[in-house]
């Protein structure tokens, strides 16, 4: 009877979310979307919450798994809220060019002389980091010092796994460095700093760099790839690299508005955004042939279509361990997409998922999970 009542609940929950926007013309897109209840249930996630946008109209909803292994104790729904891990990165990137606007900070003035490098154990080399180099994700740094929601952290020795500047290298470090300067220059802890330049000009009202009171109920629990409830996992300090929690349709006003449309920004802020910085060879030692077509922006990346002319797709992913998420913008259609789920096998769906959304074989896959 519980099983019953869980798949009664699904249907009713893809239904109650579909149901409210007009259809996208794209035939399909629909095909793609239609696709996410059968591939919940593959790869049995949880609960996963996605907003599609574009001018032919939005289409969004939750999609659950009726396996009643998965015990939830909060409600679901599109109010539920996610750790949105790394796409927590291009918000913190969009305040960073609100301040470029604004005089505040310059994108290749060394980020030390508007903060200390006390941590750092090579000095010389940290004055080397600039804006530009850490939103590229090209500081030589690697992704973290210790773990970051350890006691720990804050007071780590940071050591560089490559010169400065010399490549591309994923790192969450570099944007902690980077929060430090931005919070020293506002005078304010991000969080505060996020509300007035995003979250209420973009009408999120729930979405938090830090822990609110309102998430003892909206915020869903994870579970690992062992089925595992591994509870909200309730981070100790506000970080503008990991701890963001939003829901899908306050996350995709920010894309649409912000990174789209670039309501907040200046013209040439907002194409500096979108130039390519550098060729995303994931790992440094390991070229891979997914990484032929991936680049790195301001904030996020890009990778060329293999349409010729059809223009690029700009994107980010976030993973968590237990939470996994990811955005697609395609600017020359004007369509954008975020999910997010509450699973460690989130992303297991990407390649087919995204090859029948877009009609390319995008190399994201790939790049994100190998």
């Not at 954008?336 to 460690?344: C, D, I, K, L, T």
């Not at 990407?350 to 959304?357: A, N, Q, R, T, V």
Request: glycine residues 8%; aromatic residues 12%.
């Amino acid at each position: 009877m519980r099983k019953l009542l869980l798949m009664l609940g699904f249907a009713a929950l893809l239904l109650s979310g579909c149901g409210k926007a007009t259809e996208p013309v794209n035939p399909r897109v629909l095909a793609a979307l239609d696709s996410l209840p059968g591939l919940v249930l593959e790869h049995q996630i949880p609960v996963l919450q996605y907003y599609y946008f574009s001018p032919q109209g939005d289409r969004h909803g939750v999609v659950t798994c009726s396996d009643p292994a998965f015990d939830i104790p909060q409600p679901i729904d599109e109010q539920s809220i996610f750790q949105a891990a790394s796409l927590s990165k291009p918000l913190f990137a969009f305040i960073v060019m609100r301040m470029v606007d604004r005089g505040e900070i310059d994108l290749d003035t060394p980020i030390a002389e508007y903060t200390d490098i006390d941590r750092f154990e090579d000095k010389e080399m940290a004055r080397r980091l600039t804006p530009r180099i850490v939103l590229s994700h090209q500081t030589g740094l690697p992704n973290w010092a210790a773990g970051p929601s350890s006691d720990e952290w804050p007071t780590s020795r940071i050591s560089f796994k490559y010169p400065a500047d010399s490549c591309f290298a994923y790192s969450g470090e570099g944007y902690a460095f980077l929060q430090r300067a931005v919070e020293d220059i506002q005078g304010e802890p991000l969080d505060a700093i996020a509300r007035r330049e995003v979250f209420e000009p973009f009408d999120m009202p729930t979405t938090s760099y830090a822990w609110q009171p309102a998430y003892d109920t909206l915020a869903l629990v994870g579970f690992n790839r062992d089925g595992e409830n591994r509870g909200q996992g309730r981070h100790p300090r506000a970080n503008c690299a990991y701890t963001l929690r939003t829901n899908a349709t306050e996350y995709a006003r920010f894309i649409r508005r912000g990174l789209l449309q670039g309501e907040g920004l200046s013209e040439a802020s907002h194409k500096a955004m979108f130039e390519q910085q550098v060729h995303a060879q994931r790992y440094a030692d390991e070229p891979r042939a997914c990484d032929s077509s991936v680049f790195w922006c301001l904030g996020f990346g890009a990778v060329e279509e293999p349409s010729a002319g059809a223009g690029e797709y700009y994107w980010h992913w976030g993973d968590n361990g237990n939470f996994k998420a990811l955005w697609l913008l395609h600017p020359a259609t004007k369509e954008g997409f975020v999910y997010f789920s509450n699973r460690a096998t989130g992303h297991d769906l990407l390649d087919p998922f995204l090859k029948e959304l877009t009609g390319e074989d995008l190399p994201l896959n790939d790049w994100i999970r190998n």
